[in-house]
């Protein structure tokens, strides 16, 4: 399955992500990032990325990672909402945002969102839902 006209839009709507990676020994870091999607993968790129740990930790092999990007449509009411992705991360050269240059391309595996509408929570609009889940299917 794909993402939903409704996840694209939010994702083209959000400038900035967290991302998970592990290092050898198993530990977690995350780090916020600016991303790029083109609708099936996502990317991530900056100054100078090899020298950050989230390329090291790919790099070193360990390709699993997840991203989240959420924000708040409102604090009052509070109205969190959210898009998490599992997936696998490599290493490779393209002309994205910064330029020509290393960026992590990430196909995502699992995905899961949340409120992308923007219903307040806590209020009884907006408890009754639960997260959308897709398992995305490897491209040819």
């Given amino acids: 399955m794909a993402f939903t006209d409704e996840e694209v839009a939010y994702l083209r709507s959000q400038p900035l992500a967290r991302l998970a990676t592990a290092d050898p020994g198993g530990q977690p870091d995350v780090a916020p990032v600016g991303f790029e999607f083109d609708g099936t993968h996502f990317y991530v790129g ?3 990325p090899v020298r950050t740990r989230k390329f090291r930790n790919i790099a070193a092999g360990n390709n ?3 991203l989240v990007i959420d924000d708040l449509a409102s604090v009052d009411p509070w109205t969190p909402r959210f898009l ?3 997936g696998t991360a490599e290493l490779i050269e393209r002309a994205g945002r910064f330029g020509p240059a290393p960026y992590m391309r990430i196909t995502p595996t699992i995905s899961w969102s949340w409120n992308l509408d923007g219903r307040p929570f806590g209020t009884g609009a907006g408890d ?3 997260p959308r ?3 995305h299917q490897p491209q040819p």
């Fill in 84 to 86: 998490r992705i599992y």
């Fill in 133 to 135: 889940r897709t398992v």
């Fill in 128 to 130: 009754e839902f639960g």
């Fill in 46 to 48: 900056g100054m100078d």
């Fill in 64 to 66: 699993q990672v997840a």
